[in-house]
């Protein structure tokens, strides 16, 4: 299996940027992985949402199954994460591209191309943030599912 991490622009603050290369690092120890950091629109508009929006659907393969980070999704506890991981493998899935969406969100397409919808959590984070808490989270799936003492 091979895990995507779709999201716009670049992590511009440089603790978090090392967060997110420790967490793949980890990883990679599991599963072949990687980031894809499609261009962001600067401003608040809906064309920009637009345009953000495409360039994400483009990032992603035809035959991926895509979650979608979502407010209005739902919340998973670790151990459910990890479920979803095992199945995924389990049911022989070749792909799996996690998107996290700009500020202002993105688009009902990406919405209706999204498989699975996952809310992080109730509270707000900023999406620089997000990112390095859903690669923390994939990782501790993994050592949950291998019975690594991380997860404790």
Partial sequence: MKLRFIWPGKTKDEHLRA???EYLKRLQRFVRCEVIETRGVAGSNPAGVQKESQRILDA???NSLVVLLDVQG???TSHQLAERVRS???DSVKEVAIVIGGQDGFSSEVVSRAN???RVSRLT???EMARVLVLEQVYRAYTINRGLPYQK
């Fill in 19 to 21: 967060l997110v290369t």
């Fill in 60 to 62: 992603i393969p035809a």
């Fill in 74 to 76: 739902r919340e998973w």
């Fill in 88 to 90: 995924w493998e389990n």
């Fill in 116 to 118: 699975q919808r996952w």
């Fill in 125 to 127: 984070f900023t999406h």
